[in-house]
């Protein structure tokens, strides 16, 4: 009878601790959830066209967002076309394509962008302002352009399927302006 005793105490000793151990275990499995780093930017996804304006030109645009290599990494290509004006008679054709990463030991957004004129950007980004609907960018480098420039790149939701895109540029010594905006549509 006594063994049965201790057997019983035992197995409810053993029992409460699986329980508890269990219980311990899905606490801290729902604290250390993966969250979606790429919820932000999930709504640009898909092909997009637009128009815009600037120091160019008024300019007709079309751009592409997709995650590749299996989501890790977020790949916009742009084209804008500009109208012919003043002393630029044919219009121009600008292109350029970006990736966006996710650099775990700052906590931010890295956007690497590639121009066909040869100027590389990197921007850092902390992710969507409090309303949630800004994402901006700044500059931490540029390459192959006169030491000192600086920019930023704000992107904005409008409504379910238009954004609006700013490119503020700024040489040496001065304050970051306007160089064009353009707001883009999806197409699907």
């Known amino acids: 009878m006594r063994i049965a005793k201790t057997a019983i105490i035992v197995l409810f000793v053993i029992s409460s601790f699986a329980n508890y151990a269990g219980a311990a275990a899905q606490a801290s499995a729902g604290q250390g959830q993966a ?3 790429w919820k932000p930017f999930r ?4 092909r997009w066209e637009g128009k815009g304006e600037g120091k160019s030109g008024i300019s007709h645009g079309k751009q592409a967002w997709e995650f590749i290599l299996r989501g890790k990494f977020l790949q916009i290509r742009n084209e804008a076309r500009f109208e012919p004006q003043g002393p630029n008679s044919a219009g121009e054709v600008h292109e350029d394509f970006g990736i ?3 650099d775990k030991s700052r906590q931010k957004y890295v956007f690497r962008q590639f121009h066909v004129e040869g100027f590389v950007n990197q921007y850092v980004s902390d992710g969507p302002g409090a309303d949630g609907k800004a994402l901006v960018f700044v500059s931490e480098a540029i ?6 420039f600086s920019a930023r790149l704000t992107y904005r939701i ?7 895109q700013t490119f503020d540029l700024a040489p040496p010594g001065q304050d970051l302006a306007c160089y064009s905006k353009g707001v883009m549509k999806r197409v699907y």
Do not use: R, V
């Open 35 to 37: 969250q979606d780093i």
């Open 43 to 46: 709504y640009f996804e898909g």
């Open 143 to 148: 390459e192959n352009i006169p030491a000192g």
């Open 100 to 102: 966006i990463s996710y």
């Open 158 to 164: 409008l409504d379910d399927s238009s954004f609006e």
